[in-house]
C-alpha cells in the first residue's frame, strides 16, 4: 500500500477511535490505543459491492470502508453474502 494511504488509514483510525469514544463505546485507553494503532485495512483488503457502486480506486476506497461503522462483504454468494466485516463497535 503506497505511503500516503498508510497515512490517510492512520487518520481514519485516530477518527473511528475518537467518534467511538464519543459515543461512549471505547472506555479503556488500552483499548483506545490498539484501534488507533492496528492497521484494520490489512486484514480486509477488498470488498464486494453491488453492481452501481463497483469500487473503482481499489485500495484507497477499501481502506476507507475498513473504517466505517457499517458492515461490507469480503466474498459474495450465489444468494446472499458469504462474508462480511464487521463494524467496528462489535470489534472492541
Do not use: I
Not at 476507507?64 to 458469504?82: E, G, H, M
Amino acid at each position: 500500500m503506497p505511503a500516503d494511504l498508510e497515512t490517510d488509514a492512520a487518520r481514519l483510525r485516530e477518527a473511528m477511535a475518537k467518534a467511538l469514544a464519543e459515543d461512549g463505546v471505547l472506555t479503556d485507553p488500552g483499548w483506545r490505543a490498539a484501534v488507533e494503532t492496528v492497521p484494520r485495512h490489512r486484514f480486509v483488503p477488498g470488498f464486494y459491492l453491488p453492481a452501481g457502486e463497483r469500487d473503482r480506486s481499489a485500495s484507497g476506497q477499501a481502506a476507507a470502508r475498513s473504517y466505517q461503522s457499517r458492515p461490507s462483504a469480503t466474498r459474495p454468494a450465489v444468494k446472499s453474502l458469504n462474508r462480511s466485516s464487521e463494524q467496528p463497535p462489535p470489534m472492541r
